[in-house]
């Protein structure tokens, strides 16, 4: 609910200060189109529908910022959030003055605070409080944007449609100010026109000098309320971190050993931030983006489950029993936690990922290519040269890899390592390699066709391709993360690779593919190979030119799931 009216606040209050520039910008066409903006905007913010969200919203959202100081256990943050806070703290201070001055005189004493009012008084007669004011718009707008920005991040559709907000961002504020400033050299033609300015005066209904020094007090008062209420706030806050601190302290137990102590009700993303220990928050603790996410061992057991909301959250990115948000997560025992994503991660890590690259054990087909001979020809070769041919050769593996519907793994040196089947389909990732096999060796010929007057000879290829279990997901660290996979089927397939060369043949396949993508190989050399870790002999089929193999289409799931029925059909029913 918090979340929730944090937003609304937020929302109902952008779009308050988004109006106010607007109409400053109708200044650039003309006064009179200002001042019939103002009736526009008077309407939808000064009837009572619009004085109830506004001035609702603004007390909520004020609300809220105190509690938050409250609660929270320690006051680093990052410096995104640091420039929220103080920008929001000091919007009250900086509007007092600008409210008093429009709408409470309007109300008390019957002024128009006409767009001639409000220029006279912040261009003419006291310009340092127009500077003060444009400040505090700027402030505002800033303030918004910055939430935003922190809100939408985590929706997928934003990063391609962030340039567009941030032209927004920009143009808004431009032209209300420049808007503003042209409003300015209007009036400053009216003052030069003392008769007119005497009856334009006449008509604004100022408040007399007793009136203003009465308001001037009220605003004094407001500001030194709003600093007291401040030091009030991180006065209780101290207070209850000393009555916490006497129920007791928390153990945590991070990787690598370190412990830390916090009090009871502390979140383990706040124990990180006071310990100094780097942990990533994308959405600054607020339960919303899931980077913070920990895995938790010792201890787990005294947790309570997990909030509605946290629980919405794990489900979203598919997120194990043992994983909690870091900043949802309040431990009053001891407990082990180990963070799951680096401190540099980003929204990207926020959206749900296949279940596949959190950890699991599939069947799949694994592809190793290797270019042969290829350290001679990068002796013979300027460093220059040898790069260049190798990007050529990467983007071409790459593209067939990819056309075939493939996963590239990662290149090793001038070789080249894929998986198949990742998404849960071994029949046809089995298929997909020999397709993308194929592919190489038809895009290797094309760049020996177009490097043929770089090379003294063509390059070769030597491909090897074996299925079987494997555990993958994504590993690695911070930037350096793929989804990868370890395991015998992994080290048999690279094995296949290296005894290209001693079958004499561009392409090693072994009869588990084949069995696997129901694929006929009889038609090539068998082989039982021995392979190095492994006690029994593998059967494997030497194919000479990947490039003479037909392309296989994708098996029909009820195809493949024909012998199975027809299996259970002759099966003798049970007794």
């Not at 001055?101 to 605070?113: A, I, K, N, P, Y």
């Not at 004011?133 to 985590?154: E, F, P, V």
């Not at 129920?247 to 945590?252: A, I, K, S």
Request: hydrophobic share 45%; net charge positive; glycine share 8%.
């Amino acid at each position: 609910m918090i979340k929730r009216l944090r937003l609304a606040s937020g929302l109902v209050l952008f779009a308050y200060v988004a109006t106010h520039f607007l109409n400053h910008a109708l200044g650039l066409i003309s006064l009179p189109a200002a001042e019939s903006g103002r009736d526009v905007f008077l309407f939808v913010w000064r009837g009572w529908i619009g004085t109830v969200a506004l001035y609702g919203s603004f007390a909520i959202h004020i609300g809220l910022a105190f509690w938050s100081i409250f609660r929270r256990r320690t006051l680093r943050m990052h410096r995104w959030e640091w420039t929220q806070l103080v920008m929001g703290l000091a919007i009250p201070l900086l509007l007092i003055e600008h409210v008093v001055g429009t709408r409470l005189v309007h109300e008390l004493f019957g002024t128009q605070d006409t767009y001639t009012y409000i220029t006279l008084a912040l261009w003419v007669w006291s310009p340092d409080k127009g500077i003060v004011q444009s400040t505090l718009l700027l402030i505002a707008w800033i303030h918004g944007c910055i939430g935003l920005h922190y809100w939408l991040r985590l929706r997928r559709w934003y990063s391609e449609r962030a340039p567009w907000f941030l032209v927004a961002a920009v143009i808004v504020p431009v032209l209300g100010l420049l808007g503003f400033n042209q409003l300015g050299h209007e009036i400053e033609l009216l003052v030069r026109n003392q008769l007119l300015m005497r009856d334009t005066v006449a008509a604004l209904k100022l408040p007399t000098r007793e009136q203003a020094a009465e308001m001037y007090r009220l605003i004094g008062g407001f500001r030194m309320g709003f600093v007291a209420l401040i030091v009030l706030t991180l006065i209780a806050r101290a207070v209850r971190l000393l009555v916490e601190r006497a129920r007791g302290l928390v153990r945590l137990t991070y990787p690598g050993g370190k412990m830390v102590t916090v009090t009871p009700g502390c979140t383990v993303l706040e124990a990180s931030r006071f310990n100094g220990i780097p942990h990533a928050s994308v959405c600054g603790g607020r339960g919303r983006c899931s980077t913070c996410r920990v895995r938790v061992g010792r201890g787990a057991e005294h947790l309570p489950p997990p909030a509605p909301d946290e629980q919405r959250v794990l489900q979203r990115v598919g997120a194990p029993p043992q994983v909690r948000l870091a900043c949802q997560l309040r431990p009053t025992k001891p407990l082990e936690v180990i963070p799951l994503l680096p401190p540099t991660a980003t929204p990207r890590e926020a959206f749900a990922r296949p279940d596949h690259t959190q950890g699991s054990d599939q069947i799949i087909a694994v592809l190793f290519a290797d270019l042969r001979s290829f350290t001679q020809f990068a002796e013979k070769r300027l460093p220059y040269d040898v790069v260049f041919v190798l990007n050529r050769y990467f983007n071409a593996m790459g593209m067939a890899i990819a056309e075939a519907g493939g996963h590239l793994d990662k290149f090793i040196g001038d070789g080249v390592m894929a998986l198949f089947g990742t998404g849960g389909d071994p029949a046809n990732g089995a298929r997909m390699a020999l397709n993308a096999a194929r592919n190489m060796a038809l895009k290797l010929a094309e760049l020996n066709e177009t490097l043929k007057h770089e090379l003294e000879t063509p390059l070769r290829i030597g491909i090897g391709i074996h299925a079987g279990h494997a555990i993958i997901g994504e590993m690695g660290y911070e930037r350096a993360t793929t989804l990868t996979a370890i395991g015998d089927t992994v080290n048999t397939a690279s094995r296949l690779e290296s005894m290209t060369k001693e079958v004499k043949a561009q392409l090693v396949v072994s009869e588990a593919v084949a069995e696997l993508g129901q694929i006929d190989l009889s038609a090539y050399p068998r082989h039982d190979l021995a392979i190095r870790g492994r006690v029994e002999m593998l059967a494997v089929r030497a194919i000479p030119d990947a490039a003479a193999l037909p392309r296989l289409d994708a098996l029909k799931k009820e195809k493949a799931a024909a012998p199975k029925r027809k299996e259970k059909e002759s099966a003798p029913a049970p007794v």
